[in-house]
Structures are given as C-alpha cells and as structure tokens.
C-alpha cells in the first residue's frame, strides 16, 4: 500500500540529528519540542490551540469528554470508518447514531444528520474519509440550528481544506492521528486535538495529564495520553513537508482517474473548493473480488476500507441505533484502495492500472 522507508531516505539527515538532539537532552516527555510542535500546528491548521496526545483514538475520546457528551447522549456519525470513531463515543458511554454517507463523496452530509437528529442528540462526528473534506459548512450550519456540538475525525485529512480553512478548524473540536501511514505520520502512535475555545482547550489538557496543570495537584480524574519527544522532534520536520507530501500524492491520484476513466468503476471525485488530500485512493467496482484477486496474484498492495461498516461490527451491536444505510452498504460492497503514497512513479501506477483493467476485461 505504501513505503515509507522512501521518506524516511529523504528526510533521514534531519530526522536521525532531531533523534539525536533529544537523546542527548533526555527530555523525553512533555519537552520543548512537543511545545514547539504544537505551536507549529496551531499556526498551519489556522486555530487558536493545538494540543498533542498519545493517539489520534485518544482525541477523539478526549474530546468528547471535554465537550461533556456522556451517558444518555446520542453521537450522530458516519459507520464507513475505522473502529475508533464509534470506540470513542462509547468510551463516555454515549450512543453512536449510524447515518448513511453519500454515495459520491463517503461522507456524511447535513441533509442525511438532519433525519436523524433526537432529543437525545448532543453531537455530530463527521470524518473526512480518505481525506475528502465532509461539507462542513452546512453540518456546521445545521448543527448551530439545533444547538449540537461538532467534533471532527481529521485522521486521514492533515492538510485537506474547503477554501483554504483546514479541517480541525471547522467544528468545536478537531482530531487527528499521526499513525505513521498518516499523510502526516510519526514513526510510533500520536494524536492532536484542535480548538478555538479557551475552555475546551483547558478541560482537553487536564484530561490527557492526569487531570492535572501543577506537579502533584490533580482538579478531575484524567488520563496518561502525551506525545512524546521523539514523536513530536519526527513530526516538526515532516510538517515542514506536508505540502509537497500532499501535491505529491494529488499528482499519483489524477495519474489513477486519467488512466481509469474508460473503465466501468467509479474513481474518487474531487470537489470544486475542497482540497482532497489522498490519505487513500478508493475506487468502487462491481468486479471488487476480481480486482482484489489479480492485485494480489500479483503481490500488490492494497485494502478494502471497510468491508463491514461499524453499524454491522459484533462489538456495536446494542450499543447503537442506525437509520437505512443503502448507500453504505453498497460501497462496503465494491470500495478498493489502491496503492498510494507521495513517491509512487509512473511505472508502479501504470502497472497498477493494468492489472485493474485485466480484471474487468476477464
């Protein structure tokens, strides 16, 4: 699916020197670069506060914590996505509400969450699947309508914006994972919460340092969740990168839709004043098991995200309520991501390609 000992190659000189400078500091946690980081993604993301974690899992349920969803509460959100979305809402024992996504973009959209809202409901999580920016200025809309709370899934889409405004700077709060196949990855887990509000910036850092701002005074019960220096030392040289990274892997992305267009699938659509960043190029095609079959008859990397939405996982079940997901289960049925990361070259798509079009030809 991806190499990434060819960034690592690139930016090998600098890496093994930060690496270097923090073993020889041993400051380890909580130290100046984890800081500096943060302030460096404050700045690039365009909000007032950016504050680092263990895992982008661990924003997500952080977040909701500081936004004060609990028990009783229902979370509307999207069942195309990694476990984790859903984990989180259930971690402070509220309700994931499953709604169908569009059939073009894999998002939700306001008019969807619009069906679904409740009494019950206090807050909407979209993802930006694939890096695709969900419509969030109608969720935004739509949820200062009905008094909701937003919390943003930005795990796959670092970078991503509509008309310049980065995701993580749209809701009240925004999550991020830097899992190392992340457009903007470190070598271990690491996670980043973003916010315009002073209150939920406050409550978001008690919560991931054992509820506490002073040495041996802890105000609320918290938890152990911290970037640590190593991570964020990796990080601070790869965001100086994330542009070129991101250009890079649009460049691989048009490549695939030129060279897939006559074929009979549905390749990712790119929407006017929304960038799309590729964390994954999926396609949808009725022939997903052959394609599937030759790519890895022929040792090529690739996934099927997600073959069972979240509404369906054993470990959701009577703990959720789902609306018609019509459109999810047929993507569930037909989606393949293909290879995709910044160095890919043209013989690697070109050969890609052609295994796609032998399968729908046989």
């Known amino acids: 699916m991806l190499d990434l000992k060819l960034q690592h190659k690139m930016l090998h000189e600098e ?33 007032k506060h950016a504050i680092s974690c263990n895992s982008g899992t661990d924003a997500l349920h952080l977040a909701l914590r500081a936004c004060g969803i609990k028990e009783g509460d229902e979370v509307i959100t999207t069942p195309f996505s990694f476990a984790a979305t859903a984990e989180a809402i259930c971690y402070v024992g509220a ?12 998002n939700i959209t306001a008019e969807i969450i619009q069906n679904a809202i409740t009494n019950k409901t206090r807050a909407i999580l979209p993802v930006h699947i694939f890096g695709q920016v969900a419509e969030m200025n109608s969720i935004c809309n739509l949820a200062q309508q009905n008094n909701l709370l937003i919390i943003e899934d930005c795990a796959q889409s670092f970078g991503a914006s509509i008309n310049q405004q980065q995701t993580g700077s749209f809701g009240d709060a925004g999550c991020f994972s830097f899992f190392p196949s992340k457009n903007l990855g470190c070598y271990g887990d690491g996670g980043l919460f973003t916010t315009n509000s002073d209150e939920l910036a406050e409550q978001f850092t008690l919560l991931k340092n054992h509820g506490s701002k ?9 938890w152990n969740s911290r970037l640590d220096e190593l991570q964020a030392a990796i990080l601070r040289i790869k965001l100086k990168h994330i ?20 074929l009979p699938l549905q390749t990712p659509k790119r929407i006017t004043d929304q960038s799309h960043v590729f964390h994954q190029y999926t396609l949808l095609s009725k022939v997903r098991d052959a394609v599937d079959k030759q790519l890895s ?18 470990a959701f079940s009577g703990i959720s ?21 910044p160095e890919m070259t ?10 796609i079009k032998q399968a729908h030809v046989d």
């Open 297 to 314: 008859h022929q040792n090529i990397g690739h996934a099927i995200y997600y073959p069972m939405p979240l509404s369906k996982q054993k």
């Open 95 to 106: 309700t994931p509400v499953f709604v169908d996504i569009d059939p073009i973009t894999y």
């Open 346 to 355: 043209e013989l690697q798509i070109e050969t890609v390609v052609n295994i």
């Open 214 to 222: 002073i040495r041996n005074l802890h105000e609320i019960v918290g």
């Open 15 to 47: 890496i093994e020197n930060a690496i270097s400078t923090v073993l020889h500091d041993a400051q380890f946690i909580m130290g100046p670069n984890v800081k500096q980081f943060e302030s460096e993604a404050a700045k690039y993301l365009g909000v």
């Open 243 to 262: 542009n070129t990274f991101n250009q890079q892997r649009i460049a691989v992305a048009n490549r695939y839709t030129e060279m897939l267009d006559p």
């Open 321 to 341: 309520r789902a609306t018609d997901l019509t459109n999810t289960n047929l993507i569930c049925n037909q989606c393949i991501s293909l290879p995709m990361y």
